[in-house]
């Protein structure tokens, strides 16, 4: 195994000093040279350390004010689960298929949670969006958007940021190649039904039901996939 190098050696220390002083996003960091002095390193890996740090987040660099905890989002993440899907994609390989795959065992799992007690608000907002998908369908074909939105929504009550993050990256993924992927196929008043079967078992608080449901509208997801994914080869 290869010794790392002093940039990321200058990367474990400074996410140690973070966890040590129980630090938070925005919260400020030692200076580029204040840390220098602390690690008796080089600025040169002291920056680059910086670098690696803010590219995933964990670190913010402001031009004239200083270095602080970073947002700590998932962006990084998302933006390379997106980016490995497209490609496999692209070279008519089953990245989206896997992906979805991934998010079916995840929001079947999921959802079967929920039905333990979603507050009627919440109900009221996931029926107010199949009553959005219904009037899309009419026009042929139901948005993404209105699609995404119901997803996060039925998790709402979990209260759970980092599952909003995480199935943002699947959603992510999938607009990342949407130009190839054709969604006509899927029938719009079929994902209205399909929708508000999910919203109904939430709301009668029947697991099983809630499973299956979210089960048959992944079938029909997966099925398009298993004849499209991959586009053909010029």
Same mark, same amino acid.
């Given at each position: ?11 474990? !220390? $400074?996410?140690?000093? $973070? ?18 002095? #602390?690690?008796? &390193? ?13 590219? %995933?987040?964990?670190? @913010? $660099? ?18 390379? #689960?997106?980016? !490995? ?13 896997? #992906? ?7 929001? &079947? ?6 039905? &333990? ?12 969006? %199949? ?13 993404? *958007?209105?699609?995404? &939105?119901?997803?996060? *929504?039925?998790?709402?009550?979990? @209260? ?15 607009? !990342? ?55 053909? !080869?010029?």
């Amino acid at each position: 195994m290869a010794r790392p190098t002093m940039a990321q050696d200058i990367e474990r !220390r $400074i996410k140690e000093l $973070i966890l040590a002083k129980r630090l938070g996003p925005g919260d400020p960091l030692p200076t580029e040279g204040e840390l220098t002095e #602390l690690f008796d &390193a080089g600025r040169v890996s002291v920056r680059e350390a910086l670098k690696s740090l803010q590219a %995933v987040n964990a670190v @913010e $660099i402001r031009r004239g004010s200083g270095t602080f905890v970073g947002s700590l989002s998932l962006s990084p993440f998302a933006e390379g #689960l997106a980016f !490995r899907a497209a490609v496999r994609h692209r070279r008519g390989e089953p990245g989206l298929l896997e #992906l979805m795959r991934v998010r079916e065992v995840l929001e &079947a799992g999921l959802v079967g949670a929920v039905t &333990a007690g979603v507050p009627a608000q919440d109900l009221d907002t996931l029926r107010g969006l %199949v009553r959005t998908m219904e009037s899309e369908a009419r026009t042929g074909r139901v948005a993404r *958007a209105t699609d995404r &939105a119901f997803h996060l *929504a039925l998790y709402a009550s979990l @209260e759970n940021h980092l599952l909003s993050e995480v199935l943002d990256a699947f959603w992510a993924a999938m607009d !990342r190649v949407r130009e190839d992927l054709d969604d006509g196929h899927q029938d719009p008043h079929t994902t209205c039904a399909q929708h508000l079967e999910i919203v109904e078992a939430v709301a009668a608080g029947d697991g099983e039901r809630a499973v299956r449901a979210m089960r048959t509208h992944f079938d029909g997801i997966r099925e398009r996939l298993t004849e499209g994914d991959g586009p053909r !080869r010029q």
